[in-house]
């Protein structure tokens, strides 16, 4: 039962993050069963479907945080099928989690630093392994991205007194200091407030502007319809629909997948 | 030396029964709140003089005796988990609760000491040293009676987990706290007497252990070190697996024990850190979410 | 770390003032005995602080190395016939040998959980003391015996503390480097989340297995200068289970994982513990004790003195409590964000 990539496809073939027949299960679960999608490159595309469609499960394949069981993984052509989570990383893949995952006795700015220090290395140059954490470089573009989300009054407190929709702003900031080409971001606006919401919609679609993908898994229709070109709709495992947000707000399967209820959904499933 | 070995591992097998009780207490107390009790080892030999008390004062038969001591221990259980466990919590829990059992532990031998001193104790009853004779062997009645003990014991706490309403309660919290809170189990409730049962057990450890072997405050160290290594190498949480394990180790040292006294308690650790090597969550181990 | 610089070096210097001239003060030989081995855990704590506070790996088989350190000082001055101050020169032979046990060691323990990770250090201590209880070279239940030094007897005790000292101080020292170092930050980012830090680029298993051999190292060198000092080493003594539990109590008392913890720690349960021991004479009671300050320091100040302290200053400086971690997230808690943005704290 294999979902159709609806829309147009850009002359050249392949999206930037590309999905073949992805498949997953967990014991007797079948989580994804020939998953199929394609990124194209500056899009902010969406992936929804009701809670257990895989969808967690989909980043976590494609970031190496699970091996999968069938299918493979492009990235801009270059397979990276079962890579480790750090290859996925320096290869320019960013992902954040459902439930931040920040270094929560860390400040903010050591947060930041823990993700610059990989990004940065220039191979055979020799570092000092006591050199104070952070150049002055990193520390620089940290706090730049910092600002960039608000954070920057934080940098010297500790990330565990933020509040829920701070870290997920840290989250964000902490995976762009890779310079990533594309962003997997789970449940950007889940749990969190109102105003906050559309303050991490502006923050993407500058990042977007600027050439940055990204694919998004939500529950927030509002947030979705209103932030990506496309979306995808995952269902059992498996895409059941495909297209830009007019068609799939309108597409019946849609309706079919979330029993018809296709509201604002704040839990974290 | 055929018959020497067979010898050992029946031995082995006989003595497994018995640490495979104390060890799925231990596991147990894991599995269901994420806590290493290390007290665990001295709580055995605090049961082994208790048995020793009643027998020697009161005359009570060793596993007459057990009435007393059973319930006396899980009421110890409880009051432990009570004052010092519960109040264990957050990120580091499992390590705070390592180093705050092991606290207790201390105290719990230091008090042992002062009460009885260093003097080796064992305990004794007709069935200690008669034997009987099973396929050719002579088995000390004590061995005999403390496996089919363990075995009855542990027959119950399956049992108890599979078909009775606490039971599914326990393993509901076993699996995901937040999620049978949810569901309106009181897990607090549930801890407490889990840690219960878990010490609970060790009665009956204490007194077939106090039985064989001859104890003192300092025993302690050596049983919750073997306790350990079962555990773990069985699979943290996995109770049939800290029952393969137990087994499995002790007849392993049975056996080399026939060649090297000295070196057979080496092979216990050894087997450990060989099974680690290889498989780091044990035998039968929930193949960890390494989150922590 | 949240005092002002002139107030924090300015501390540092006084204490380190007052530690050089110590013993030439207090010469009371008893006095001196009990600052030796005050300084020598202050040492073993730092050093077990380096691994185990700052990755979160709880070790309780640090032991192996100080004993080790400890028998290989005494191995070599026997066959080597070496008597008299050369002996000193044996110490970093004993650091060498622990950080050749701690690379198996490392990489077999600390590809586990940490749970588990503590069992097996569990496991390896006690193989090891088996080992010293039962093998030929490390003369079993004997033990060895150090060199004979012929010292005056008022100042015997000098040489052990200045020795004690610069390993303190310089363990320490290496912590704080260790701390503010891109090293120490990969090694805290993996306590606090260490999948989250492998996916990101940090090497795990390398961070971990360096800071295991440093802590290593040090506590060899410990348990050295240890043996020479006590003129003997036995294999209950030299594996002693009470050593971790001590060194780790006083990392946890004094701030685990924080520079200054394990010396505080030192500074206050050491020359305690000898206090009782003098006083109460009952070991067993002093024992009880100590297992129940313990337990009072897990369960009520779990972070340890120094970060208690910090949230009193902090606390009565009044700064704003913490925003709370809501889901979903309250108007309160979003302020911060905002007002951030607008360029205000």
Not at chain 3, 299 to 316: H, Q, S
Request: charge should be neutral; aromatic fraction near 10%; glycine fraction near 12%.
């Amino acid at each position: 039962m294999q979902g159709e990539w609806g829309g147009v496809r850009e002359a050249g073939g392949g999206g930037l993050l590309r999905t073949e027949g992805v498949a997953k299960a967990f014991g007797g679960v079948q989580a994804l069963g020939g998953c199929t999608i394609d990124v194209e490159p500056g899009s902010i595309t969406g992936l929804i479907g009701p809670n257990g469609s895989g969808k967690t499960t989909l980043f976590n394949v494609i970031t190496g945080y699970e091996r999968l069981d069938a299918g493979e993984v492009y990235l801009d052509g270059t397979r990276i099928t079962n890579a480790p989570p750090q290859r996925v990383f320096a290869l320019g893949i960013g992902r954040t989690f459902q439930l931040t995952r920040i270094f929560s006795s860390l400040t903010v700015m050591e947060n930041m630093l823990v993700a610059s220090q990989h990004s940065s290395r220039q191979p055979g140059r020799v570092r000092n392994p006591l050199a104070r954490a952070g150049g002055a470089a990193d520390r620089q573009r940290a706090m730049d991205l910092l600002d960039f989300v608000g954070l920057a009054g934080h940098a010297t407190a500790p990330a565990e007194t933020l509040s829920y929709g701070q870290r997920k702003l840290l989250e964000l900031a902490y995976v762009m200091v890779a310079d990533p080409a594309i962003v997997l971001l789970d449940e950007p606006a889940g749990g969190v407030n109102p105003s906050l919401i559309n303050d991490i919609a502006a923050r993407i679609r500058e990042l977007n502007a600027a050439g940055r993908t990204f694919l998004i898994v939500e529950h927030n229709m509002d947030f979705v319809m209103g932030i990506c070109s496309r979306i995808a709709v995952l269902d059992y495992g498996t895409v059941v629909a495909a297209g830009p947000p007019e068609a799939i707000r309108r597409d019946p399967r849609v309706l079919d997948a979330y029993l018809g209820a296709a509201e604002d959904d704040d839990d974290t499933g | 030396m055929g018959s020497q070995l067979y010898r050992a591992i029946i031995d082995g097998i006989l003595g497994g029964g018995v640490y495979a009780l104390m060890a799925v207490g231990l596991t147990l107390i894991f599995g269901v709140l994420d806590i290493i009790n290390i007290a665990q080892g001295i709580l055995v030999v605090l049961a082994a003089y208790l048995s020793s008390v009643l027998s020697a004062h009161l005359h009570l038969d060793l596993f007459v005796g057990l009435l007393i001591t059973i319930p006396v221990m899980f009421l110890i259980g409880i009051v432990i988990y009570r004052l010092f466990m519960h109040r264990l919590r957050g990120r580091e829990r499992t390590s705070m609760s390592l180093l705050a059992s092991y606290a207790v532990m201390i105290i719990i031998e230091g008090i042992l000491y002062l009460g009885f001193g260093p003097n080796f104790v064992s305990l004794n009853a007709w069935y200690v040293t008669a034997t009987v004779r099973v396929f050719g062997f002579y088995l000390p009645y004590i061995y005999l009676f403390g496996f089919g003990l363990a075995v009855l014991l542990v027959a119950g706490l399956y049992f108890m987990l599979y078909r009775t309403k606490f039971g599914r309660s326990l393993r509901a919290t076993m699996q995901d706290r937040v999620a049978a809170r949810l569901i309106g189990i009181d897990v607090n409730r549930v801890a407490a007497l889990a840690f219960g049962i878990g010490v609970g057990v060790t009665a009956v450890g204490g007194m077939v252990f106090g039985a064989t072997n001859a104890f003192n405050p300092n025993s302690g160290y050596d049983l919750i070190s073997r306790l350990l290594a079962i555990i773990i190498l069985g699979g943290l949480g996995s109770i049939g697996g800290a029952l393969v394990a137990a087994v499995f180790m002790t007849t392993v040292e049975s056996v080399v024990n026939i060649w090297s006294p000295t070196w057979s308690v080496v092979v216990f650790y050894a087997a450990l850190i060989i099974v680690l090597t290889f498989r780091p969550a044990g035998l039968f181990g929930r193949p960890a979410v390494r989150a922590q | 770390m949240s005092l002002p610089p002139a107030l924090r070096w300015g501390s540092v210097a006084a204490l380190l003032a007052v530690a050089a001239v110590f013993p030439l003060v207090f010469t009371s030989e008893l006095v001196t005995q009990i600052a030796v081995d005050t300084l020598i855990f202050a040492g073993a704590a730092a050093a077990w602080n380096i691994f185990s506070g700052y990755s979160g790996y709880i070790s309780l088989g640090h032991a192996v190395f100080f004993g080790a350190g400890a028998y290989t000082a005494g191995v070599a001055a026997q066959d080597w016939q070496i008597s008299g101050s050369a002996e000193f020169l044996l110490l970093p032979l004993a650091a060498a040998v622990a950080a050749v046990i701690a690379v198996p060691f490392g990489l077999i323990a600390l590809r586990v959980r940490r749970h588990t990770f503590v069992v097996v250090t569990i496991a390896v201590f006690f193989i090891f003391q088996l080992m010293a209880f039962n093998l030929a070279v490390t003369g079993g239940s004997v033990g060895i015996n150090a060199p004979f030094l012929g010292w005056d007897p008022a100042t015997y005790n000098n040489p052990f503390y200045y020795l004690a000292l610069i390993i303190a101080v310089g363990t320490t020292a290496l912590s704080w480097l260790i701390r503010r170092s891109r090293f120490g930050l990969q090694l805290r980012a993996i306590r606090d989340d260490e999948d989250r830090a492998r996916g990101l680029g940090v090497r795990v298993m390398r961070v971990k297995l360096t800071a295991f051999i440093i802590s290593a190292v040090v506590m060899g060198l410990v348990g050295a200068l240890w043996f020479f000092f006590i003129v003997q080493v036995l294999p209950q003594y030299g594996f002693d289970p009470l050593l971790d539990l001590s060194v780790a109590l006083m990392a946890f008392l004094g701030g685990l994982g924080r520079v200054a913890g394990p010396v505080l720690g030192a500074l206050i349960l050491e020359p305690g513990q000898q206090y009782l021991t003098l006083h109460i004479g009952n070991s067993y009671l002093s024992e009880i004790i100590l297992g129940a300050l313990f337990l009072l320091v897990i369960l009520f100040l779990p972070r340890g003195i120094i970060p208690f302290l910090e949230e009193r200053v902090t606390a009565w400086r009044g700064r704003a409590p913490r925003a709370p971690d809501t889901v979903p997230a309250s108007p309160a808690g979003e302020q911060p964000a905002q007002a951030a943005r607008r360029g205000t704290s």
